[in-house]
């Protein structure tokens, strides 16, 4: 099992940059990918971007045109997503994700979110 915990959300204005942590524990070893996503009110939810906890490799959305960054810090099994030029229509609640299986793309473990609110 892997628990993990999201931070750094908030109120910010247009324009502004917000980075958003998320703390893994319990079974880390496990760990293959971690990703983000969001979702928000009345919408699905949107897949962001990955990273493969080994090699690093990330995949992001097209829709983010380079305003998004995941990184991590195996040390501190921590995923961190780094979001400049925020727009209003990203408002919504941002999720964690972490996959411990071979199986593509699959997420078993998710954080509680955490709101990022970009006022106009």
């Known amino acids: 099992q892997v628990q993990l915990v999201e931070s750094g959300g908030g109120l910010v204005q247009t324009g502004e940059s917000l980075r958003l942590s998320c703390a893994a524990s319990?079974?880390?070893?496990?760990?293959?990918?971690m990703g983000w996503f969001r979702q928000a009110p009345g919408k699905e939810r949107e897949f962001l971007a990955r990273i493969t906890w080994r090699s690093g490799v990330r995949v992001y959305a097209d829709s983010l045109k380079g305003r998004f960054t995941i990184s991590k810090d195996n040390a501190q099994n921590t995923v961190y997503l780094q979001m400049n030029s925020l727009k209003p229509e990203d408002t919504a609640v941002y999720y964690c994700?972490?996959?411990?299986?071979?199986?593509?793309?699959?997420?078993?473990?998710w954080g509680q979110g955490t709101q990022v609110t970009v006022s106009s």
């Open positions: 319990g079974s880390t070893f496990s760990l293959v990918r």
């Open positions: 994700a972490a996959g411990d299986t071979s199986v593509r793309d699959h997420f078993a473990y």
